[in-house]
Protein backbone atom coordinates (compact mmCIF):
# COMPACT_ATOMS: atom_id res chain seq x y z
CA UNK A 1 0.00 0.00 0.00
CA UNK A 2 1.90 3.45 -1.32
CA UNK A 3 -1.57 5.55 -0.34
CA UNK A 4 -1.38 8.94 1.02
CA UNK A 5 -4.31 10.18 2.47
CA UNK A 6 -5.60 13.76 2.75
CA UNK A 7 -8.71 15.22 4.10
CA UNK A 8 -11.22 17.12 2.74
CA UNK A 9 -10.65 17.14 -0.99
CA UNK A 10 -11.58 20.88 -0.91
CA UNK A 11 -12.08 23.00 2.37
CA UNK A 12 -13.79 26.87 1.77
CA UNK A 13 -13.03 29.37 4.78
CA UNK A 14 -13.48 32.82 6.18
CA UNK A 15 -10.42 35.00 6.94
CA UNK A 16 -12.14 34.62 10.68
CA UNK A 17 -12.26 30.73 10.30
CA UNK A 18 -10.36 27.93 12.33
CA UNK A 19 -9.71 24.69 10.14
CA UNK A 20 -7.67 21.59 10.03
CA UNK A 21 -6.07 19.57 7.40
CA UNK A 22 -5.37 15.62 7.97
CA UNK A 23 -2.92 13.78 6.29
CA UNK A 24 -2.36 10.03 7.05
CA UNK A 25 0.06 7.24 5.61
CA UNK A 26 0.18 3.52 6.69
CA UNK A 27 3.73 2.73 5.35
CA UNK A 28 5.64 3.16 8.00
CA UNK A 29 7.24 6.05 7.37
CA UNK A 30 8.53 8.05 9.82
CA UNK A 31 9.19 11.57 7.63
CA UNK A 32 5.98 13.16 6.47
CA UNK A 33 6.08 16.92 5.00
CA UNK A 34 3.78 19.59 4.15
CA UNK A 35 4.05 21.45 0.85
CA UNK A 36 1.76 24.28 -0.26
CA UNK A 37 1.33 25.00 -4.69
CA UNK A 38 -0.46 27.78 -5.82
CA UNK A 39 -1.78 27.63 -9.52
CA UNK A 40 0.38 27.03 -12.33
CA UNK A 41 3.76 27.06 -9.77
CA UNK A 42 5.88 23.98 -8.51
CA UNK A 43 5.42 23.12 -5.08
CA UNK A 44 6.73 24.50 -2.17
CA UNK A 45 8.03 23.13 0.70
CA UNK A 46 6.63 24.34 4.38
CA UNK A 47 7.38 22.01 7.07
CA UNK A 48 8.98 18.10 7.76
CA UNK A 49 8.33 16.23 10.35
CA UNK A 50 11.21 13.23 10.92
CA UNK A 51 10.34 10.64 13.70
CA UNK A 52 7.64 12.97 14.85
CA UNK A 53 9.54 16.09 15.71
CA UNK A 54 9.54 19.44 13.71
CA UNK A 55 12.82 19.27 11.90
CA UNK A 56 12.55 22.05 9.09
CA UNK A 57 10.23 25.05 9.36
CA UNK A 58 10.40 27.10 5.69
CA UNK A 59 9.32 30.42 7.52
CA UNK A 60 6.61 29.81 7.19
CA UNK A 61 3.76 32.62 9.14
CA UNK A 62 2.25 31.51 12.47
CA UNK A 63 -1.68 31.45 11.29
CA UNK A 64 -0.36 27.79 9.83
CA UNK A 65 0.01 25.38 12.84
CA UNK A 66 1.42 22.24 11.90
CA UNK A 67 1.08 19.26 14.23
CA UNK A 68 2.34 15.51 14.21
CA UNK A 69 0.20 13.22 16.93
CA UNK A 70 1.96 9.86 15.69
CA UNK A 71 3.64 8.01 12.96
CA UNK A 72 0.69 7.90 11.09
CA UNK A 73 -0.66 11.32 11.28
CA UNK A 74 0.19 14.62 10.10
CA UNK A 75 -1.93 17.72 10.56
CA UNK A 76 -1.75 21.33 10.05
CA UNK A 77 -4.08 23.73 11.85
CA UNK A 78 -5.28 27.19 10.29
CA UNK A 79 -6.41 30.44 11.72
CA UNK A 80 -7.12 33.46 10.63
CA UNK A 81 -5.95 32.53 6.88
CA UNK A 82 -5.72 35.39 3.97
CA UNK A 83 -7.10 35.09 0.38
CA UNK A 84 -3.44 34.96 -0.78
CA UNK A 85 -3.18 31.54 1.08
CA UNK A 86 -5.31 30.01 -1.18
CA UNK A 87 -3.80 26.83 -2.89
CA UNK A 88 -2.92 23.08 -2.92
CA UNK A 89 -1.78 21.63 0.00
CA UNK A 90 0.11 18.78 -0.43
CA UNK A 91 1.01 16.15 1.97
CA UNK A 92 3.60 13.66 1.27
CA UNK A 93 5.85 10.81 3.48
CA UNK A 94 8.94 8.63 2.71
CA UNK A 95 11.34 6.83 5.17
CA UNK A 96 14.30 9.02 6.19
CA UNK A 97 17.91 8.66 4.95
CA UNK A 98 18.86 6.25 6.65
CA UNK A 99 17.51 3.80 4.63
CA UNK A 100 18.33 3.38 0.95
CA UNK A 101 15.80 5.62 -0.82
CA UNK A 102 13.77 8.49 -0.21
CA UNK A 103 11.07 8.04 -2.11
CA UNK A 104 8.51 11.14 -1.37
CA UNK A 105 4.81 9.86 -1.87
CA UNK A 106 2.18 12.23 -2.22
CA UNK A 107 -1.45 12.40 -1.09
CA UNK A 108 -3.84 13.80 -3.75
CA UNK A 109 -4.20 17.42 -1.73
CA UNK A 110 -6.83 19.23 -0.50
CA UNK A 111 -7.83 22.70 -2.43
CA UNK A 112 -8.26 25.31 -0.12
CA UNK A 113 -9.88 28.45 -1.04
CA UNK A 114 -10.13 31.09 1.58
CA UNK A 115 -12.65 34.18 1.07
CA UNK B 1 18.87 27.32 -1.16
CA UNK B 2 19.27 25.24 -4.06
CA UNK B 3 18.71 26.70 -7.67
CA UNK B 4 16.47 24.25 -10.04
CA UNK B 5 16.10 24.95 -13.76
CA UNK B 6 14.29 23.13 -15.91
CA UNK B 7 13.80 22.72 -19.62
CA UNK B 8 12.32 23.09 -21.36
CA UNK B 9 9.47 25.25 -19.94
CA UNK B 10 7.02 23.73 -22.79
CA UNK B 11 6.87 20.91 -25.28
CA UNK B 12 4.21 19.74 -27.44
CA UNK B 13 4.57 16.64 -29.03
CA UNK B 14 2.40 14.39 -31.30
CA UNK B 15 1.72 10.35 -30.12
CA UNK B 16 4.71 8.29 -30.53
CA UNK B 17 7.65 11.14 -29.92
CA UNK B 18 10.68 10.63 -27.98
CA UNK B 19 11.63 13.62 -25.64
CA UNK B 20 14.20 14.88 -23.25
CA UNK B 21 13.71 16.92 -20.46
CA UNK B 22 16.58 18.55 -18.70
CA UNK B 23 17.27 19.69 -15.10
CA UNK B 24 20.01 21.96 -13.56
CA UNK B 25 20.86 22.36 -9.94
CA UNK B 26 23.35 24.59 -8.19
CA UNK B 27 24.60 23.06 -5.36
CA UNK B 28 25.54 19.46 -4.63
CA UNK B 29 23.01 17.21 -3.10
CA UNK B 30 22.27 13.83 -1.99
CA UNK B 31 18.70 13.35 -2.71
CA UNK B 32 17.17 14.13 -6.77
CA UNK B 33 13.44 12.80 -7.86
CA UNK B 34 11.45 13.31 -10.67
CA UNK B 35 7.33 13.64 -10.70
CA UNK B 36 4.75 13.61 -12.95
CA UNK B 37 1.69 15.86 -12.20
CA UNK B 38 -1.54 14.76 -13.96
CA UNK B 39 -4.22 17.03 -14.83
CA UNK B 40 -6.17 16.55 -11.30
CA UNK B 41 -3.09 17.91 -9.15
CA UNK B 42 -1.79 14.69 -8.39
CA UNK B 43 2.27 13.72 -7.89
CA UNK B 44 3.60 10.72 -8.88
CA UNK B 45 6.97 10.05 -7.78
CA UNK B 46 8.51 8.72 -11.34
CA UNK B 47 12.50 8.00 -10.04
CA UNK B 48 14.30 8.43 -7.03
CA UNK B 49 17.97 9.18 -8.65
CA UNK B 50 20.29 11.32 -6.38
CA UNK B 51 22.90 9.67 -9.07
CA UNK B 52 23.48 7.11 -12.41
CA UNK B 53 20.99 5.81 -14.58
CA UNK B 54 17.51 3.68 -13.72
CA UNK B 55 14.77 2.83 -16.41
CA UNK B 56 11.05 1.95 -15.39
CA UNK B 57 9.28 1.12 -19.17
CA UNK B 58 9.22 3.57 -21.47
CA UNK B 59 10.71 6.24 -18.52
CA UNK B 60 14.51 6.59 -17.74
CA UNK B 61 16.51 8.72 -16.44
CA UNK B 62 20.07 9.69 -15.93
CA UNK B 63 22.07 12.12 -12.77
CA UNK B 64 25.22 13.20 -13.31
CA UNK B 65 25.64 14.77 -9.64
CA UNK B 66 29.11 15.89 -10.34
CA UNK B 67 28.26 17.94 -12.74
CA UNK B 68 24.63 18.91 -11.42
CA UNK B 69 22.28 18.06 -13.94
CA UNK B 70 19.27 15.51 -14.29
CA UNK B 71 17.94 13.74 -17.82
CA UNK B 72 14.10 12.49 -18.16
CA UNK B 73 13.95 10.19 -21.47
CA UNK B 74 10.35 9.93 -22.59
CA UNK B 75 10.14 7.41 -25.26
CA UNK B 76 6.89 6.37 -27.29
CA UNK B 77 4.78 8.99 -26.03
CA UNK B 78 0.92 8.28 -25.04
CA UNK B 79 -1.69 10.95 -24.50
CA UNK B 80 -1.63 9.82 -20.72
CA UNK B 81 2.05 11.14 -20.48
CA UNK B 82 0.73 15.00 -20.90
CA UNK B 83 1.30 16.67 -17.64
CA UNK B 84 3.96 18.77 -15.79
CA UNK B 85 7.22 17.08 -15.17
CA UNK B 86 8.99 18.49 -12.13
CA UNK B 87 12.62 17.70 -10.94
CA UNK B 88 13.19 17.95 -6.80
CA UNK B 89 16.65 17.75 -5.55
CA UNK B 90 16.74 17.87 -2.05
CA UNK B 91 19.33 18.14 0.59
CA UNK B 92 19.95 15.96 4.24
CA UNK B 93 18.52 18.64 6.44
CA UNK B 94 20.64 16.83 9.30
CA UNK B 95 17.05 15.53 10.52
CA UNK B 96 16.90 12.34 8.21
CA UNK B 97 14.58 13.51 5.98
CA UNK B 98 14.79 15.98 2.82
CA UNK B 99 13.03 18.44 2.13
CA UNK B 100 12.90 18.75 -1.32
CA UNK B 101 13.17 22.31 -4.12
CA UNK B 102 11.09 21.85 -7.06
CA UNK B 103 12.09 23.07 -10.08
CA UNK B 104 9.34 25.62 -12.28
CA UNK B 105 8.41 22.17 -14.52
CA UNK B 106 8.16 21.29 -17.82
CA UNK B 107 4.66 21.44 -19.36
CA UNK B 108 4.23 18.52 -21.58
CA UNK B 109 1.31 17.83 -24.46
CA UNK B 110 0.88 15.00 -26.16
CA UNK B 111 -1.35 15.27 -29.16
CA UNK B 112 -3.13 12.04 -30.72
Known amino acids: DTEVTQTPKHLVMGMTNKKSLKCEQH?????MYWYKQKAKKPPELMFV???????INESVPSRFSPECPNSSLLNLHLHALQPEDSALYLCASSHPRDTNTDTQYFGPGTRLTVL | GIQVEQSPPDLILQEGANSTLRCNFS?????LQWFHQNPWGQLINLFYIPSGTKQNGRLSATTVATERYSLLYISSSQTTDSGVYFCAPGRNSGGGADGLTFGKGTHLIIQP
Open chain 1, 27 to 31: MGHRA
Open chain 2, 27 to 31: DSVNN
Open chain 1, 49 to 55: YSYEKLS
